[in-house]
């Protein structure tokens, strides 16, 4: 298995050239995501021939949007869902080998206001350390007041008790996603973004392909496949539908979607390179104060949301929960004029058949992988930190059903992926956001035109370049929002810079970047629902 050491470039053009040439593929993916991405790599990385289409950018939807936890599931242990744990745990560890420039492991403390807390809550985190094995990242230690404050700077103090200290992991989820579609290209697979599958394709009652549309010059291609992949997250039943209606089979709809809100603020409301977890909120939610990218993430809520819009915006409640629940664990609480950005993520749940979804917190965040009459393989559910471990089961699907001759598992195990650096990793990725993120690729982007041209918030003029010419960036958003994350730490920032981000696109690429639509899109990351 050989992976290119230089940058393999990306012209749009070339992309498309290829994606137009005759070709039965072993697989096709629709989707671009966390789930489509890894399966892409894994089927790349066994040596069949793949291809890749996404309706938007890589990772656009729900894959950049996480709360930036590779983590086994300490909620998913209190449930019973001991499996579960044990596999994310496992798939924990194995992410952070393979990319430990985007993913590392950061220590939690959650501290204790009542007398029972400590002894409870540590014993439930001494399992979660059982659990892990030789694939634990720390010991959980039992805090004292006096250390909890050391961790925890600006952890309220009256009534403190003490804490828990425990290890997860965290990442930069859209450049994560990014390193797998670069690392399965290197590997021979064709991943496009920006064009949308329109229409299944069927012959003789069982899915052969589809055929999808640049999303610029409106151009079609027909994608032929031995086995076709969806994976749009919580979109599939979209296409599950179009099978459906192409073979005569209604279906079911499978998902559930349920809504994440983030909220940033500056670290100095948390200045540690601890996260602050609350296990139980008020009303039995999880709240998480998370240090990223020089930023410090509040959240998550779990909301029921029966759309499943590309750009969801919080709902009022949400917000003044993170903001209310915040203030009782916070000497200085957030405010709404102190925050840097809001975003929100859309989660794919799959609900039981005879469930309506209306309770998510109960739902199952294991995946699902389905196949239909025609063959169409469905895979949805599961979180980011067991993409891995979902790949393989799309692909063991694939041969169970006789769509793929079986080739033997477990080739991403050891795969690092693009830019993992061989020495140990420096930096944090609590710190704020720089060449570093680049891994073994730094240099590349050193030696590009622009190189000293700082334009703020931790993005040069060459990182635009690089983007432009090898990761696939199209557009202001692209760059912004997940090449560099600038637009989900700081949006205000991220308006003063895409003019001249606009600009190096141009001259880059030669097509429209978009502006208007990533300004008026800025403007949402700053509207807080009031």
């Known amino acids: ?26 697989l096709a993916v629709i989707g671009g995501g966390a789930t489509g991405l890894g399966v892409a790599l894994d089927a790349a990385a066994r040596g069949f021939s793949v291809v890749l289409v996404d309706s938007h950018d890589f990772a656009k939807g729900t894959s950049s949007r996480a709360t930036k936890l590779v983590h086994g599931g300490v909620r998913y242990l209190a449930q019973g869902n001991i499996a579960l744990v044990r596999e994310a745990l496992h798939e924990r560890t194995t992410l952070l080998h393979n990319a430990p420039h985007l993913a590392q492991p950061l220590p939690f403390v959650m501290p204790s206001y009542r007398f029972w807390e400590t002894p409870f809550y540590g014993i439930g985190l001494m399992m979660y350390d059982a659990l892990a094995g030789k694939a634990g990242l720390g010991a959980t230690q039992f ?78 291609f027909t994608v032929r496949a031995r086995s076709v992949v969806n994976a749009t997250g919580v979109w599939v039943d979209t296409l599950r539908q179009m099978d459906g209606e192409a073979i005569g089979r209604p279906v079911k709809p499978m998902v559930a979607p349920s809504q994440g809100v983030h909220i940033v603020v500056d670290r100095e409301f948390l200045p540690s390179d601890h996260a602050l977890m609350v296990p139980k909120t008020a009303d039995g939610r999880v709240l998480f104060a998370v240090p990223w990218l ?3 993430i509040l959240g998550t809520t779990d909301s029921p949301r029966q759309d499943v819009v590309r750009e969801p915006e919080p709902f009022r409640e949400e917000v003044r929960f993170i903001l209310e629940e915040s203030a009782r664990y916070l000497t200085r609480a957030p405010r709404v004029e102190d925050i840097r950005s809001i975003w929100v993520g859309l989660r794919p749940l799959v609900k039981p058949q005879d469930d309506d979804g209306d309770n998510t917190k109960k739902i199952s965040r294991e995946h699902t992988v389905l196949a239909s009459r025609s063959g169409l393989i469905t895979v949805t559910g599961g979180k980011w930190t067991t993409y891995r471990a979902m790949a393989e089961d799309v692909l063991q699907k694939c041969f169970t059903t006789g769509l793929l001759p079986e080739k033997p598992a477990g080739v991403t195990n050891h795969l690092p992926l693009v830019g993992t650096p061989r020495e140990p990793v420096q930096h944090r990725i609590s710190d704020a956001q720089g060449l570093h993120s680049y891994g073994t690729e730094a240099a590349e982007v050193r030696a590009m035109p622009g190189a000293q041209t700082d334009l703020g918030g931790g993005l040069t003029e060459a990182m635009v370049r690089f983007a432009a010419r090898y990761e696939y960036a199209c557009t202001v958003e692209d760059v912004l ?12 920032k ?7 981000v606009a600009g190096l696109l141009r001259e880059e690429l030669g097509a429209d970047p978009q502006l208007e639509a990533f300004l008026a899109l800025a403007q949402q990351y700053l509207h807080v629902p009031t």
């Open 143 to 220: 805090l004292g007041r006096e250390r909890t404050l050391r961790c925890l700077p600006t952890a309220r103090t009256e009534g403190l008790k003490g804490g828990v200290k425990y290890w997860d992991g965290q990442f930069d989820d859209a450049r994560l996603a990014l390193a797998l579609a670069r690392t399965a290209a290197s590997l021979g697979a064709l991943v496009v973004n920006y064009c949308p599958a329109k229409s299944l394709v069927h012959e003789a009652g069982k899915v052969v392909g589809f055929v999808c549309e640049d999303a610029d010059s409106g151009q079609q």
């Open 1 to 26: 298995m050989t992976i290119a050491t230089a940058p393999l470039p990306t012209r749009r053009a070339d992309l498309l050239a290829r994606l137009a040439q005759p070709h039965q593929y072993d």
């Open 494 to 500: 991220a308006i003063e810079l895409a003019p001249v």
């Open 294 to 296: 020089g930023k410090l």
């Open 481 to 492: 929002a997940r090449r560099s994350r600038l637009l989900f730490l700081d949006a205000r």
